[in-house]
């Protein structure tokens, strides 16, 4: 298995510009997350799925953040408009009955 | 929210030299994992640990799962260079399923 696989590697983009980040889980896996990372927070929980369905969203900063899995093998998350404070490393994991997920190699987004 | 305090923020080791690092949280988890992540990749899973008590090795690494469920810790024997990175501890939450709380890392360097 190629693992989860996220597009792109990195994306730089200027204030008020939409941004989508892609992401390919494990196929077989019914969980699917989204968490940002940065120095000061750490890894953040921004949304996660089961069998395609959000579970829990609570995470998501504000309205600007929409996530969504149209089907098994696809997820986006989306920001617009892109603001600076949004520039971090996005991360997708997947798993199978949320036992140890498997992470991707992330989006490195910087907004300008 | 739910925390998991982890300590040391970072270490700096001489190659050769055992490491100790740990997880506590006030909380109950049914879950601890520990993952390692190398710069410009997202974690990967190093060990995962099920039951309070439990005591499980992957060649230099050994970790524990406190008795309490409150805890875990992880070590490393005879450090070498490819060691260096940021180990985070995540934990699953009794009554949860799928969603991992993270730690926010422990950065470890190794002196040659």
């Known amino acids: 298995d190629a693992g989860v696989i996220q597009s792109p590697r990195h994306e730089v983009t200027e204030m008020g510009q939409e941004v989508t980040l892609r992401c390919k889980p494990i196929?077989?896996?019914?969980?699917l997350f989204w968490y940002r990372q940065t120095m000061m927070r750490g890894l953040e929980l921004l949304i996660y799925f089961n069998n395609n369905v959000p579970i829990d969203d609570s995470g998501m900063p504000e309205d600007r953040f929409s996530a969504k899995m149209p089907n098994a093998s696809f997820s986006t998350l989306k920001i617009q408009p892109s603001e600076p404070r949004d520039s971090a490393v996005y991360f997708c994991a997947s798993t199978w009955a949320g036992d140890g997920y498997t992470f991707g190699s992330g989006t490195r987004l910087t907004v300008v | 929210g739910q925390q998991l305090n982890q300590s040391p923020q970072s270490m700096f080791i001489q190659e050769g030299e055992d490491v100790s690092m740990n997880c506590t949280s006030s909380?109950?988890?049914?879950?601890w994992l520990w993952y390692k992540q190398d710069p410009g990749e997202g974690p990967v899973l190093l060990i995962a640990l099920y039951k309070a008590g439990e005591l499980t090795s992957n060649g230099r690494l050994t970790a524990q799962f406190g008795i309490t469920r409150k805890d875990s810790f992880l070590n490393i024997s005879a450090s070498i260079p490819s060691d260096v990175g940021i180990y985070f501890c995540?934990?699953?939450?009794?009554?949860?399923?799928?969603?991992?709380?993270f730690g926010k890392g422990t950065k470890l360097s190794v002196k040659p």
């Open positions: 909380s109950i988890f049914n879950t």
């Open positions: 196929s077989g896996h019914d969980y």
């Open positions: 995540a934990g699953q939450l009794r009554g949860s399923q799928g969603n991992l709380i």
